[in-house]
């Protein structure tokens, strides 16, 4: 084992100090959330928001629970249909980008790029005169159809970029056994493309589930479509009053799926993104 000097010593010291500051920046948060949400409806106070309750009291989680249920239940529905919408979407296309070429392609791809960069508002206004020729402004699809429509391009990007480290070879033996594209991708490429569907839907999933600006302006702001952020956005900003207790659980609650998926998927996520997905 090799012996640090006084400064690989000092190094290491403080590479483990400022990820220890890191961990508790980002931990904080949850910390307050979590034990805040079991002091009951009306034992919160700003003085003693980081204190950890004396008794556990689940008062403020049934009455939040009621009014959360519907909406995150809407919610799961459409960020599952625009995940795998926007998922199937962008393998095709970062196929056709990466092993189909054809003329062009090259300025089609820059294109599809420009999608990332384009903010929400510049297109609020056009997207909602399109969701109401189509006659989908009154329902949750105009969800559907907003993350799908935003989440092509990154999409297209991560699989392109997959697809383009796999061996030509592969193509080339399956042209050789007279197999149409369409077949190669169903038999070789599409096995090998799980670690990229990891990613993409992941990432299209967390992206859907915390979006706010679509949901409450798409949506006008109506009760009857309301999701997970709007319902939050109701909660905490519809009395005078203010019940820290109600506040926190609710937070809590609609950051769940989100927490669950990155604890039990993260190991996915990342090796999703070290086998190659977002290089180049």
């Known amino acids: 084992k090799k012996k640090l000097d006084g400064v690989g010593q000092f190094w290491l010291v403080f590479r483990y100090f400022a990820l220890t ?31 950890p309750p004396t008794k556990l009291d689940f008062s403020a989680w049934g009455p939040t629970w009621d009014q959360l249920k519907v909406p995150m239940g809407r919610t799961l529905f459409f960020v599952l249909q625009s995940s795998i919408i926007s998922a199937v979407i962008g393998a095709i296309n970062g196929f ?52 799908v429509i935003y989440g092509i391009p990154i999409c297209t990007l991560i699989f392109r970029n997959y697809y ?31 670690p990229a569907f990891v990613v993409v839907l992941i990432w299209q999933f967390t992206s859907a589930w915390n ?35 109600v506040n926190m659980t609710a937070s809590l609650i609609v950051s769940l799926p989100t927490l669950i998926v990155y604890i039990f998927l993260g190991r996915y996520f990342l090796r999703g993104l070290l086998s190659g997905s977002l290089k180049g």
């Not at 948060?29 to 928001?49: D, F, H, L, R």
């Not at 480290?165 to 799980?194: C, F, H, Q, T, W």
């Not at 706010?212 to 900003?237: D, E, Y």
Request: hydrophobic content about 55%; overall charge positive; proline content about 4%.
């Open 96 to 147: 056709v980008f990466a092993k189909w070429r054809f003329r062009g392609s090259t300025a089609i791809f820059t294109t599809f790029l420009f999608g990332m960069f384009i903010p929400y508002q510049a297109i609020m206004i056009p997207l909602v005169r399109v969701a109401t020729e189509v006659g989908i402004n009154k329902s949750i699809y105009v969800l559907v159809f907003a993350h």
């Open 211 to 245: 979006d706010f600006l679509f949901a409450i302006f798409l949506t006008g702001g109506s009760p009857k479509l309301s999701v997970a952020t709007t319902a939050l956005n109701f909660i905490t900003g519809s009395s005078n009053q203010v019940y820290y207790g």
């Open 164 to 194: 383009e480290a796999i061996p030509n070879e592969l193509i080339e033996a399956g042209r050789v056994d007279k197999a149409s594209m369409v077949r190669i991708y169903r038999s070789i490429i599409l096995p090998l493309s799980i």
């Open 21 to 51: 500051i890191l961990f508790v920046i980002a931990a904080l948060p949850i910390y307050i959330m979590v034990i805040n949400s079991v002091k009951g409806i009306t034992g919160v106070t700003q003085s003693a928001a980081f204190i």
